[in-house]
């Protein structure tokens, strides 16, 4: 049985036109007068503060803690404003999904795992209407290692529902490589959509439990059958 359901953001629940990063390159040129300072960066599947640490380290700035903060603070402002000057949508069968695990006779505990930071995580799916649908999660600022924002989430889950989590028991939903892996990493089973950078054939290298085009292509109850 599937007790807790743990879902990616970008490329997963979202496409936010590219919001994030092109908040990102505007913090990049406004606070640290790079321009196209973020155009060799992979954004995809990864945490936020890993990203910013490569920008760092390609433009010989120090990755300090107080550089990081700067970065943030301002990426959060120019994240509100890009996400109201960019076209987005909720992916399809996401709706549904959500719809489905909160009617679920034993309704799982449904919550994120994203390598986004907190704060831009809540701007970005509050603007999608989706920040309330979630009761828990973990983020890029609890770790820069995806995997280790697995296991937060697990553990945070387990502290939540007062009891233990075997592996067996939680789904982690997400559109990239690096969300099968922070899966795998917690013995947890892992359903790819292709609804983001990465196609069937490519995610189904990394062998999760399913791969489907959207979450339009599977039901949870189907997911719980297999």
């Not at 489905?100 to 390598?115: D, F, H, S």
């Not at 983001?196 to 791969?211: A, D, H, I, N, Q």
Request: hydrophobic fraction near 45%; aromatic fraction near 8%; proline fraction near 4%.
């Amino acid at each position: 049985m599937l007790r807790l359901i743990l879902f990616d953001i970008d490329g997963t629940l979202i496409q936010s036109g590219g919001a994030g990063e092109e908040a990102f390159g505007r913090v990049a040129e406004a606070e640290f007068g790079i321009a196209n300072g973020t155009a060799q960066l992979r954004f995809a599947g990864r945490t936020d503060p890993s990203i910013v640490r490569d920008f760092f380290v390609q433009h010989g700035i120090a990755p300090a803690d107080e550089n990081f903060r700067r970065f943030f603070d301002r990426y959060l402002i120019f994240l509100a404003e890009t996400l109201r000057e960019i076209t987005g949508r909720i992916l399809p069968g996401v709706p549904e999904w959500l719809q489905e695990l909160e009617t679920a006779p034993a309704a799982p505990l449904i919550g994120l795992l994203t390598g986004n930071i907190r704060l831009g995580a809540q701007l970005k799916l509050s603007h999608y209407d989706l920040w309330d649908r979630f009761r828990m999660g973990a983020f890029g600022d609890d770790h820069e290692d995806r995997n280790r924002v697995a296991a937060i989430a697990r553990e945070r889950a387990q502290k939540l529902m007062a009891s233990a989590l075997e592996g067996g028991e939680i789904l982690v939903i997400g559109d990239t490589p690096k969300d099968i892996e922070c899966a795998a990493a917690i013995g947890a089973r892992s359903l790819a959509v292709a609804t983001g950078r990465y196609s069937v054939p490519e995610l189904e290298k990394y062998s999760p439990s399913w791969t489907v085009e959207s979450l339009q292509a599977i039901s949870f109850a189907e997911v719980c059958d297999g």
